[in-house]
């Protein structure tokens, strides 16, 4: 059978064209290079994560749909490292060239309302949730679903940003009015056991696998660190993988999708969120899988076989804040002398409290001990 242009593999000496410039995009890009692709990034800023390791670096905003329109010419395939880009620009490449995921993935994973919406009229479980746009549908929200709940804007959140615990109507007023009049979502609040991800990927001939389920640790509403494999039952992993993967399946998506669940005290998973790329809690893929998350983006999006997600090694990945340089710069030689540890620095020069400007990965013979040497390492900067 002759394959289409358009389907065909794409093979290293290509060009992939990545939208946004942040770490996710600098991982993916050194994977491509590495398998002898060559990169372009499109983004607002210059001397970025990604484009300090990219063969070219587009300066430009998201909406410049005539330098879009160059890029995705110059490239022979566009994926997304974040998942903020507006969809009409993902339509402006869609026309030159393939992108991966499509459009439509994007448009439902970026906004709260439309994901949860997708998910539970899909079957899968989600807390419970009501669209608030005034303070009459807040109330009416609030009366349905009870307190303590979480209120969150719709769009454009990322790291607990734009999201408040509610346990009054005083409180609940005066975080929606914090919102400025964005819409909004009210969702029950989840006393979850523990919180985990699924790292799933979906090839272009609709082959799906998994890097097995992470259990995430977070500090302040961002991700502090990650353990592969999650302390759970094999029960709840099956569970879970499965779910992801059907999720991944029903989506249509090409490329990685992280899968943030909830795991309550009763067993029950609840999915919290989707991002339709590679995600924080996969980067110890990159030490620890025989495959990493990143590789397995480049795969998909170029039509290649899926690696395999083998682990490798108990691995722990905990994240480095822009806070540990605010009095100097870190230690990294006391941190390097861990054994099993990996550093992982994404070029950002300015760190500011709460940024994520690199992390470390620790692999060990057991999880306690990759999570005692990832500790150890931090502490030692
Ligand atoms: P999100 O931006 O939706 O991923 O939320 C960031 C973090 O806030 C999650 O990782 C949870 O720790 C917490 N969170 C979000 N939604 C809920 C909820 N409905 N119930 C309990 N905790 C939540």
């Not at 734009?162 to 005083?170: D, E, I």
């Not at 001939?205 to 890097?211: I, L, N, R, S, W």
């Not at 170029?302 to 108990?314: D, I, K, N, V």
Request: charged share 20%; with cysteine; proline share 5%.
């Amino acid at each position: 059978m002759t394959q289409s242009p358009s389907s065909r593999p794409l093979l290293p000496g290509s060009t992939i064209g990545v939208l946004g410039s942040g770490q996710l995009g600098r991982m993916f890009a050194i994977a491509a290079r590495q398998m002898g692709y060559r990169v372009h990034t499109f983004s607002p800023d210059t001397d970025t994560p990604a484009g300090q390791v990219s063969d070219k670096e587009w300066k430009a905003s998201y909406d410049n749909h005539k330098l879009l329109t160059q890029f995705s010419k110059s490239v022979d395939v566009v994926t997304f490292e974040f998942e903020n880009i507006p969809v009409s620009s993902v339509q402006v490449v869609a026309q030159h060239t393939r992108v991966h995921p499509k459009a439509q993935v994007l448009y439902i994973s970026q906004n709260r309302w439309r994901e949860k919406n997708y998910l539970a009229s899909h079957g899968f479980p989600v807390a419970p949730f009501q669209k608030v746009g005034s303070l009459g549908e807040l109330t009416n929200a609030i009366k349905k679903i009870g307190f303590p709940c979480v209120l969150k804007t719709a769009g454009f959140g990322y790291d607990g940003k734009g999201q408040r615990k509610v346990g009054t109507w005083a409180e609940a007023e005066t975080a929606f009015k914090s919102f400025n009049g964005a819409e909004a979502i009210l969702e029950g609040f989840v006393s979850f056991e523990k919180e985990l991800s699924i790292i799933a990927v979906r090839g272009s001939d609709g082959a799906v696998d998994d890097f097995g389920v992470m259990e995430n640790i977070h500090r302040q509403h961002i991700l502090d660190m990650t353990l592969s494999p999650a302390r759970v039952s094999p029960s709840v992993e099956k569970r879970a993988c499965r779910m992801a993967q059907k999720i991944l399946k029903s989506l249509d998506v090409v490329g990685v999708m992280c899968v943030e669940m909830f795991l309550e005290k009763s067993g029950k998973l609840i999915v919290n969120e989707l991002a339709p790329r590679p995600h924080n809690s996969g980067h110890l893929t990159i030490n620890a899988f025989q495959t990493s998350q990143f590789e397995q983006q480049l795969r998909a999006v170029c039509g290649l076989p899926l690696g395999s997600t083998e682990r490798l090694a108990p691995a722990v990945m905990v994240n480095l804040l822009g806070n540990e340089w605010l009095k100097r710069e870190p230690h990294w030689e006391r941190a390097l002398r861990v054994p099993g540890v990996h550093l992982h620095l994404y070029g950002k020069d300015q760190a500011r409290a709460g940024r994520k400007m690199g992390h470390i990965t620790a692999t060990g013979h057991s999880l306690q001990m990759a999570q005692r040497a990832a500790l150890a390492a931090r502490r030692a900067l």
